[in-house]
């Protein structure tokens, strides 16, 4: 289904996470490494989201946009763990923002905004829970003072769910991380299409 690579993503460490940091992956090595030959739960929740990745590549052929809306996610959370029962993929989908505010005209427009803005019909849906970055070029990122708003964002939005995927709950609670869980504990893996 996937083109097949060498296997980039490290083993878990003994408390069942990836190592702190980032993983380039494609697709056949994430369905490798956290679905085949694991639980039922797990198939069904790829299955689900290889649907929602599919829902996108559709909305590009339909429109004809030149060049991907959809960049690449990167995909943390309980799925990218030892859990036997994660509940959903969390994933941050990539998207080129001047290409998906190009579909503005096109009827296509509503279904891509759904995809990353009706976070619990898409949970529902595909069993997805969005937290969308939006991608635009920025020159140097090493000089905010002379970024544009847009190019500010996007660099605060990206580092923002950096920290975010590399956080770890606490133990036997339910609730998204918080200080002081401010130290990257966990890894995340990040697909580029």
């Known amino acids: 289904m996937f083109r097949a690579a060498a296997m980039t993503i490290p083993s878990l460490g003994a ?3 990836l190592p702190p940091g980032r993983y380039s992956a494609t697709m056949a090595e994430i369905e ?3 679905v085949s030959g694991r639980s039922p739960e797990r198939q069904v929740l790829w299955d689900r989201f290889t649907q929602y990745t599919r829902t996108w590549e559709a909305i590009e052929r339909e429109t004809g946009t030149d060049g991907r809306i959809l960049l690449g996610y990167w995909i943390g959370g309980s799925f990218i763990s030892a859990e036997p029962k994660p509940t959903d993929v969390d994933c ?10 190009g579909l503005r005209t096109k ?13 619990d019909s898409v ?8 937290f ?26 990206r580092g923002g769910l950096d920290t975010w995927w590399q ?11 918080e200080l002081p869980s401010h130290q990257p504990e966990r890894g995340y893996v990040e697909v580029i299409l």
């Not at 949970?123 to 969005?130: A, D, I, L, M, T």
């Not at 991608?135 to 939005?157: D, N, Q, T």
């Not at 956080?167 to 991380?177: E, I, M, T």
Request: net charge positive; hydrophobic share 30%; proline share 8%.
């Open 15 to 17: 408390d069942g996470l």
């Open 32 to 34: 490798r490494a956290f």
């Open 92 to 101: 941050s989908p990539i998207l080129h923002t001047a290409r998906l505010e």
């Open 107 to 119: 009827q296509a427009y509503g279904r891509a905004k759904r995809l990353i803005q009706d976070r």
């Open 123 to 130: 949970k529902r849906h595909f069993s997805v829970e969005v």
């Open 132 to 157: 969308p970055m939006r991608w635009c070029p920025v020159k140097s990122g090493l000089s905010i003072g002379s970024c544009s708003e847009a190019e500010r964002h996007y660099l605060g939005v």
């Open 167 to 177: 956080r770890n709950r606490p133990p036997g609670v339910n609730r998204a991380p």
